[in-house]
């Protein structure tokens, strides 16, 4: 039996970061979690335990703090841009840094007052190898709801379906996603916005027949806007809302009271991308 070693990589995880830009009146304020993973040749630390190619994490951790300093914290993908090429191109063991962002958003009081927002988080992952770099933007935790225009009928019955069919529901979900850009000079905070913008309107304006169907709307919806966008991957869970059985009371329930659940719950994932020119 042969055994060898297969893929690796190393990094520091979660690195917190928050960086202050006092440079005017009204200060600016970044909050990041970012993580660093390295790939490359490093099958010597692993079959001898020669670290002659390994840069500590906690050195990868120092950098990010000493690049916030140097180049600032504005956009996440430019500062993750210019974490992953420093690691690409000042360690020769080093043939692809991955960075991963995610940005945690504080709403202005004053001007140096700030408050925590709510669960939604903006992302972006970050790749280099020494011939390429690929961005993905993305989000976390956007929590929409349609309180009608849903319905979910037609579906495939067994001997253990109890659901009952529906021409009118509470569609609810916590949107999570990630959008591949086709390029790497993007002007990423507009086009954050706009899709942004983009998956929550086709969420409004879809009649949704199935969160499927309402996914994929969403994703379509992001590709027509938004042409530096490559692909699209959406992880929606389905965060049901069931009505509430009042006849014990003696009480009617046209619709207007439900019992929001957090577990068990669908998932429903898909990714939305543009067709190769010539793709069948």
Known sequence: MTIVLGANQYGKAETRLVRVDRGGPQHELRDLTVTVALAGDLAATHLTGDN???????????????????????????????LAQHFVSSQAAIDRARVELSEHTWHRLGPHSFQRAGSETRTATVTVTGSAAVVESGLTGLVLLNSTDSEFTGYVRDRYTTLPQTRDRILATEVNARWRHRGVDGEWAGSYAGVRAALVAAFIETYSLSLQQTLYAMGRRVLQDRPEIAEVHLALPNKHHLPVDLTPFGLDNPGEVFVATDRPYGLIEGTVTRAEPGAR
């Open 52 to 82: 002659s190619q390994v840069l500590p994490t906690d050195s990868q951790k120092n950098t990010v703090y000493a690049f916030a300093r140097q180049h600032g914290v504005d956009q996440i993908e430019d500062f993750g841009l210019v």
